[in-house]
Antibody, heavy 126, light 107 residues
Framework: QVQLVESGGGVVQPGRSLRLSCAVS????????MHWVRQAPGKGLEWVGM????????NYADSVKGRSSISRDHSKNTLFLEMDNLRQEDTAMYYC???????????????????WGQGTMVTVSS | AIQMTQSPSSLSASVGDRVTITCRAS??????LTWYQQKPGKAPKLLIY???SLQSGVPSRFSGSGSDTDFTLTITSLQPEDFATYYC?????????FGPGTKVDLK
C-alpha cells in the first residue's frame, strides 16, 4: 500500500549526529519531491527541508541549515535526513512527507504534503 | 523568511457550529497556501491546497479562501471528528513556513 515509514530516531547526546530514514512504498518514489517536517513536544509544525525528485535541488530551514543534509536512494526507495551537531532544540517528532505538485494561480508548480509517515522521535539529551 | 500568523490560537465550538480560522502571511504569497489538520498523536492531514482547492477525500464542509496575505479556512457544521489543531503553510518560497496552529476543541 501507499505509505511512508520513518525510522532511526532515538536518544542522542548533544553534539552527536543522527541519520533518519523514510522508507517509501506503493508509489513511484523517483518522481516526487520529498520533505521533512518536525514537531517539538507540545509545539507546532516546523518545515525542515526538501529534496527534488532527482536530488538536483535541496532547501533547508534556517534552524538546520549547514548541519543537515537530505538525500535519497531510488534503488532502495528511501529518503534520508542526516543531522550533525545535534542540539536540545532538535528534540522533536520527525515526519517525512510527499510533495504533491499543483499549479498555483500564476502557473508555477508548488507542493502540498499529501502523504505523511507516522514519524520517528528524536530526543537530544545528555 | 515569510512569517505566518493564525487567529485565533484556540477556539471552543459545538457540533454543528460554523468555524472560521484566519491565516496571514507577512508578504504576498499569491494563492500558495495549504491547510492541514492534526489530531493528537497523529501525522497531519492535507485539507486544502492552492488556498481553495479541496484535497481528494476531504469532506465538502471544509473550504478555503483568500489570496496574497489573508486566508481563511471555514468548517461549516462542525463534526465530532473535526476537533483538532489546524495549521496553514506557505509554499510560495523556501523556507516553507507553518502558522502556529489553531486548536479547535469542544465547548
Amino acid at each position: 500500500q501507499v505509505q511512508l515509514v520513518e525510522s532511526g530516531g532515538g536518544v542522542v547526546q548533544p553534539g552527536r549526529s543522527l541519520r533518519l530514514s523514510c522508507a517509501v512504498s506503493g508509489f513511484t518514489f523517483s518522481t516526487y519531491t520529498m520533505h521533512w517536517v518536525r514537531q517539538a513536544p507540545g509545539k507546532g509544525l516546523e518545515w525542515v527541508g526538501m529534496i527534488s525528485y532527482d536530488a538536483s535541488n535541496k532547501n533547508y530551514a534556517d534552524s538546520v541549515k549547514g548541519r543537515s543534509s537530505i538525500s535519497r536512494d531510488h534503488s532502495k526507495n528511501t529518503l534520508f535526513l542526516e543531522m550533525d551537531n545535534l542540539r536540545q532544540e532538535d528534540t522533536a517528532m520527525y515526519y517525512c512527507a510527499r510533495g504533491m505538485s499543483y499549479s498555483d494561480i500564476s502557473g508555477f508548480a508548488r507542493d502540498a504534503f499529501d502523504l505523511w509517515g507516522q514519524g520517528t522521535m528524536v530526543t537530544v539529551s545528555s | 523568511a515569510i512569517q505566518m500568523t493564525q487567529s485565533p490560537s484556540s477556539l471552543s465550538a459545538s457540533v454543528g457550529d460554523r468555524v472560521t480560522i484566519t491565516c496571514r502571511a507577512s508578504q504576498a504569497i499569491t494563492n500558495d497556501l495549504t491547510w492541514y489538520q492534526q489530531k493528537p498523536g497523529k501525522a497531519p492531514k492535507l485539507l486544502i491546497y492552492g488556498a481553495s482547492s479541496l484535497q481528494s477525500g476531504v469532506p465538502s464542509r471544509f473550504s478555503g479562501s483568500g489570496s496574497d496575505t489573508d486566508f481563511t479556512l471555514t468548517i461549516t457544521s462542525l463534526q465530532p471528528e473535526d476537533f483538532a489543531t489546524y495549521y496553514c503553510l506557505q509554499d510560495y518560497n523556501y523556507p516553507f513556513t507553518f502558522g502556529p496552529g489553531t486548536k479547535v476543541d469542544l465547548k
